[in-house]
């Protein structure tokens, strides 16, 4: 078992740009399916969006699509959300995971599916 570290996170302002990355070490990584979460305060973990093995397949919740785009490296073990036209809703502690299953497995939206998180990096919009 390896271990995740997101990096990126800061104070912005609304409309602003932003790219996260999460470095996954492990070559096992190569094979897991990686995902973005979300956690505001007072609320629960939720769903970002979430990319294949291969980087070829992605999917994303309503709230980020066509704002974020999420890619990955895997000769850099990294994966990247690129945020744009952020708005102050957008703001959450921001967590990266890994599932071993298939991409499209059941459950991929629900935080229960990944054993393995990081420890998140905090992403501020302010109005």
């Known amino acids: 078992q390896g271990q995740l570290a997101e990096s990126g996170g800061g104070l912005v302002q609304a409309g602003d740009s932003l790219t996260l990355s999460c470095v996954a070490s492990?070559?096992?990584?190569?094979?897991?399916?990686l995902a973005w979460f979300r956690q505001a305060p007072g609320k629960e973990r939720e769903f970002v969006g979430i990319?294949?093995?291969?980087?070829?397949?992605?999917v994303y919740s309503d709230s980020a699509k066509g704002r974020f785009t999420i890619s990955r490296d895997n000769a850099k073990n990294t994966v990247y959300l690129q945020m744009n036209s952020l708005k102050p809703d957008d703001t959450a502690v921001y967590y990266c995971?890994?599932?071993?299953?298939?991409?499209?497995?059941?459950?991929?939206?629900?935080?229960?599916?990944?054993?393995?998180w990081g420890q998140g990096t905090q992403v501020i919009v302010s109005s």
């Open positions: 995971g890994a599932d071993p299953r298939g991409f499209g497995s059941v459950g991929y939206d629900a935080p229960g599916s990944y054993q393995e």
């Open positions: 990319i294949s093995q291969n980087g070829y397949n992605t």
């Open positions: 492990g070559p096992a990584y190569r094979n897991y399916v």
